[in-house]
């Protein structure tokens, strides 16, 4: 277990509506990165917050947001979903942004869009 | 961005070492080498990091060719709950987002 807590596990969305997930960081942990897993797919990084600052963002539409907040936790919302939304996301903690420090993961949401 | 390069799929015995390979040829001096795994319908779990030391903890071992253009993960005693998919990861010069590839997918049978 890396104390990484992901809620909810499981959602079922329309398309076109719009989703919020959340995330708890492990203890101590100023830095949470969030993930896109399509099926049978690597991870794609979706965004970075570092101390309630986005800090590097990937190849996502704008309608991808997320929030830090003052204790670390983090949430990622999606507007006007669409089918290509279905995946598991996932979001991942660590102790700063920079190159030595591993991140670690939550079991992940897995949201899927009819 | 660096790249890495993986094969697809492994398989080991159960007890045996298990040797993952991985080729990063376009890696920069100051990016570090990661390695992730992912068992099925989990999130990934941290497994060792390493810049141009080989490294050890109680998971694995990480060897890094003196050039640093490849490395291989070493499970020393394969069981099957390490049956899963390893991804070799180079980080990122910029807030340290992690690019994965396809990784290896380990099969460690009995």
């Known amino acids: 277990e890396t104390g990484v807590t992901q809620s909810p596990t499981h959602l079922i969305k329309t398309r076109g509506q719009q989703v919020t997930l959340r995330c708890s960081s492990q203890?101590?942990?100023?830095?949470v990165s969030w993930y896109q897993q399509a099926l049978g797919q690597g991870p794609q990084f979706i965004f970075q917050?570092?101390?309630?600052?986005?800090?590097g963002r990937g190849n996502f539409p704008p309608r991808f947001s997320g929030l830090q907040f003052p204790n670390y936790s983090s949430e990622l919302n999606v507007n006007a979903l669409e089918l290509d939304d279905s995946a598991l996301y996932l979001c991942?903690?660590?102790?700063?942004?920079?190159?030595?420090?591993?991140?670690?993961f939550g079991p992940g949401t897995r949201l899927t869009v009819t | 961005d660096a790249k890495t390069t993986q094969p697809p799929s492994m398989d080991c015995a159960e007890g045996r070492a298990a040797n993952l390979p991985c080729n990063h040829s376009?890696?920069?001096?100051?990016?570090?080498v990661y390695w992730y795994r992912q068992i099925h319908s989990q999130g990934p779990q941290y497994i060792i990091h390493?810049?141009?030391n080989n490294e050890t903890n109680e998971m694995a071992s990480l060897i890094i060719t003196e050039d640093r253009k490849s490395s291989t993960l070493i499970l020393p005693h394969a069981t099957l709950r390490d049956t899963a998919v390893y991804y070799c990861?180079?980080?990122?010069?910029?807030?340290?987002?992690?690019?994965f590839g396809q990784g290896t997918e380990l099969s460690v049978k009995p």
């Open positions: 991942a903690s660590s102790l700063g942004s920079g190159l030595s420090y591993e991140q670690y």
């Open positions: 203890s101590g942990h100023n830095t």
């Open positions: 917050y570092y101390r309630e600052e986005e800090n």
């Open positions: 376009t890696i920069s001096g100051n990016e570090y």
């Open positions: 390493g810049l141009k």
């Open positions: 990861i180079v980080l990122q010069n910029q807030g340290g987002k992690l690019i």
